[in-house]
């Protein structure tokens, strides 16, 4: 079983950067693939990124492509995502997810554990 808890979310104005980690506990997460989802007030959850269990091969949302990014730390056992120039219409809470089989993946439905989630607010 693996513990997944979010942290670094906020309240922030357009424009601005924040960073996001994922730590992991219960178990090494070196094999799996990790994920950043979110989801917005009145909308379903949407796939962020995709990150490999080496790291060396990521994923983005189009919507997020040049200025998110996913990285890992597997000494740590964790997970970070870089968000740059963010949006109000990315206020969301951002949840991270692992995945055991060793193939990236964008859908949802194919992680097997989850965090709780932090609130990311973007004000306009």
């Known amino acids: 079983q693996v513990q997944l808890i979010e942290s670094g979310g906020g309240l922030v104005q357009a424009g601005d950067s924040l960073r996001l980690s994922c730590a992991a506990s219960?178990?090494?997460?070196?094999?799996?693939?990790m994920g950043w989802f979110r989801q917005a007030p009145g909308k379903e959850r949407e796939f962020v990124a995709v990150?490999?269990?080496?790291?060396?091969?990521?994923d983005y949302a189009d919507s997020v492509k040049g200025r998110f990014t996913i990285s890992r730390d597997n000494d740590k056992n964790t997970v970070y995502l870089q968000m740059n120039r963010l949006k109000p219409e990315e206020t969301a809470v951002y949840y991270c997810?692992?995945?055991?089989?060793?193939?990236?993946?964008?859908?949802?439905?194919?992680?097997?554990?989850w965090g709780q989630g932090t609130q990311v607010t973007v004000s306009s």
């Open positions: 997810a692992a995945r055991r089989i060793h193939i990236n993946s964008a859908s949802e439905a194919s992680y097997d554990y």
């Open positions: 990150i490999s269990p080496g790291g060396s091969t990521t």
């Open positions: 219960g178990r090494r997460i070196i094999t799996y693939p």
